[in-house]
């Protein structure tokens, strides 16, 4: 088994000369490029699926299956051209245009209006120019819309009605349209189909400049890994056309821990396992394909979650969770025929190579999940602070070779920060076994403990991009809310690190570590 490095960074933090405030899809080869140039053969990027106005975490998407059009390199539509863009943003938009792109943070409410106001334009230029012609490139988006119509007729639909509704979810829509009345509907598809048809245009035009991203990337021998979800939120488009496979009475969460008393409550819908399977897991059987056709390998979130989930009435103050399903024998059996199920889908996907799935299996996970991943081939997780047992911390030299080993996730700090805030005898004990035993310049410490990252067993070793550009900066802080979250950016266009004396040098000494620990 070929051992590899790759590096995780949200597709939203890319940064490069052209892009519009917020990384873009036509941005994946020359950050894939920069990964290649640290060392590092993967890119793991968060999901990229379209979120409402307001949200920012790539979790609460409102589709598990569109591709956000704010992630469109606009400039590289076919539809588009200098001239038109400039009409459509006006002056003040091309003067919010200059703000973003020099913003140290994404700007989601700034990016997503510039964005939307040229990309209406090239919808508006292609239906007078292409599709009532009827030309190759309209035969072209209606094959798509053929292809993909499983999930994107009821997206589009839905997308269109959330618009008409001021942005509401499906929830709060009349009865006849959030019980999804067949009259209705098919009146509702007529008297929106132009709307409908823009919503299927920018996803056509996300994927193909998705799969020339791919293309690319392969060229430069980087492999792009992604990021599943557990479950989707309430009021996304796949709740409102598949009700009946979720328990909309009911809250995901997690149990109480040491960090948590009460337990957690997501506000998710969790899954009701006797409906998916009396539809036999059609719907997550989709997603899985979609996923496989998208990446080459790919993340689930919360595996646990396949197993057990934990569940609390919805919108009842201080109730109690409890396991779904209670019985430990029902828990295993349940995520070991889901995973299977999955696992299965990903290797029969037609057109692509067989992509491996990685489990998230981070928290309190009871023995017989990691007994089922081991027995189905899927590798863990092995976070270096975390591995630790009474005898100490593990020997990443041990690590079994089918897991995925990592000083941190998107959800704590990168080491460069985070090893200050480890107990002072964690530092000692882990800088012991990685020769950290004197001091250290940050920069300097922070190569060593890569060291010891890429000297692990498992088979891929992931650091985060701050990692690599020696920043303390947090991608994330659960539990809390704030403009910090979900918003960084690189601090430069990735195609001038190398122009900074100090990281080119450090690009230079992470490589070698990389190609020292055969990887």
Known sequence: MQRKAGVVLPLFSIRTGRDWGIGQLTDLAACAAWVRRTGHTLLQILPPHELSAGETSPYGALTAFGIDPIYVGVEAVEDLDAASIEEALGAQGRADLGRVRGADRVDYGTVRALKLRA?????????????????????????FI???????????????????????????????EKERGIQRLASLRAEH????????????????????????????????????????????????????????????????????????????????????????????????????????????????GFFRQWVKPRSA??????????????????????????????????????????????????????????ALGMPGYRVLPWERDDAGFRDPFGYPANSVASWSTHDTAPITSWWSELPETHRRELGERAGLLREFSDDARSLVLLHELYSANSELALVLAQEVL???????????????NWTWRMPSPVENLDKDPRLSARFDAIRALVVAARR
């Open 193 to 304: 189909a132009r709307s409908i048809l823009e919503c299927a245009y920018l996803q056509w035009v996300a994927i193909e400049q998705w799969d020339r991203a791919r293309a690319d990337m392969r060229a430069l021998g980087v492999e792009l890994m992604g990021d599943l979800p557990f479950v989707v939120g309430i009021e996304s488009a796949d709740v409102w056309s598949h009700a009946s496979q979720f328990q909309l009475r009911l809250s995901l969460g997690a149990p109480p821990d040491d960090y948590s008393a009460d337990g957690q409550d997501w506000g998710l819908p969790p899954f009701d396992w006797l409906a998916m399977e009396n539809d036999d897991l059609a719907w997550l059987r989709a997603r899985t394909q979609h996923a496989a056709r998208l990446y080459d390998r790919f993340r689930l979130d919360h595996v646990v």
């Open 146 to 176: 053929a292809r993909e119509h499983a999930w994107l007729d009821d997206f589009a639909l839905y997308t269109t009605l959330r618009t008409v509704h001021g942005g509401w979810g499906w929830t709060s829509w009349p009865d006849d």
């Open 470 to 484: 020696g920043l303390p900066d947090r991608i994330n802080t659960p539990a809390t809310v704030g403009p910090d």
């Open 119 to 143: 990309l209406r334009t090239a919808f508006d230029r292609f239906y007078a120019r292409e599709w009532l012609a009827n030309t190759p490139r309209a035969k072209a988006l209606a094959g």
């Open 317 to 374: 103050i201080g109730a109690r969770g409890r396991f779904d399903p209670a019985d430990g024998d029902a828990q295993q059996a349940r995520g070991g025929r889901v995973l299977a199920v999955m696992k299965s889908e990903v290797m029969r996907t037609p057109g692509v190579d067989a992509p491996r799935i990685i489990a998230e299996d981070l928290g309190i996970i009871p023995a017989f999940v990691r007994a089922s991943l081991q």
